[in-house]
């Protein structure tokens, strides 16, 4: 079954305690992004990455670290968590920038 | 920069009544895509426009995008409660940007 698969889907943690979402994707998509939701912003652009190796910064990039050393996985880390990176988390893929998104299932995170 | 707003950001309609999502744009989009997210899930892809003017039809939802190609919309009639969700636009300008959704609510 093609799919995104986004871990942790829940994760509690606190201030400063470095951590990392895991993302993979099984549909050989060359783009893959981040974005966070916040209630009334929508959905803002984290980070993307074109291919293998390739990364940019979207529209929220402070705090945040990715990277793509494989075409299929696409981690977010937060080197330094602070509270007001507690939001809902999506990872995405498509085969280009402009085609159909595929979503993960979210990951909730909180920071205290 | 970019943005990508979206009127209302909130719409209760009861059910059978229509609905209409806008999206603007600031800047020229090379695409339009419309995305359904269900509370508590995760958005879906709905449909994507390409050519200026072009007006798609998926059973009861209409999308347009502009002739400008600055803004679209989303037009659903008769709605009936498995439309309940945040409609969201997205498009490729010089960054891919999603709107800032419209919450649907429909009354029984």
């Known amino acids: 079954e093609a799919q995104v698969t986004q871990n942790p889907r829940y994760l509690i943690t606190v201030t400063g305690k470095k951590l990392t979402v895991t993302c993979s994707q099984n549909m050989n998509h060359e783009y893959m992004s981040w974005y966070r939701q916040d209630p009334g912003l929508g959905l803002r652009q984290i980070y993307y990455s074109m291919n293998v190796e390739v990364t940019d910064k979207g529209d929220v990039p402070e705090g945040y670290k990715v990277s793509r050393k494989e075409k299929r996985n696409f981690p977010l880390i937060l080197e330094s968590p602070s509270p007001n990176q507690t939001s809902l988390y999506f990872c995405?893929?498509?085969?280009?920038?402009?085609?159909?998104?595929?979503f993960g299932q979210g990951t909730r995170l909180t920071v205290v | 920069g970019q943005q990508v707003m979206q009127i209302p950001q909130y719409q209760h309609v009861q059910e059978g009544e229509d609905f209409t999502t806008y999206c603007n744009s600031s800047t020229t989009l090379s695409n339009i895509q419309w995305y359904k997210q269900r509370p508590g899930g995760h958005p879906v892809f709905l449909i994507q426009l390409v050519k200026s003017g072009e007006v798609k039809k998926q059973k009861r939802l209409t999308f347009q995008f502009g002739e400008a190609k600055k803004n679209s919309s989303l037009h659903i009639t008769a709605t009936q409660t498995t439309d309940v969700g945040t409609y969201f636009c997205a498009g490729w300008g010089n960054q891919f940007y999603f709107g800032t959704g419209t919450s649907l609510t429909v009354i029984p």
């Open positions: 995405a893929s498509s085969f280009r920038v402009t085609t159909e998104a595929f």
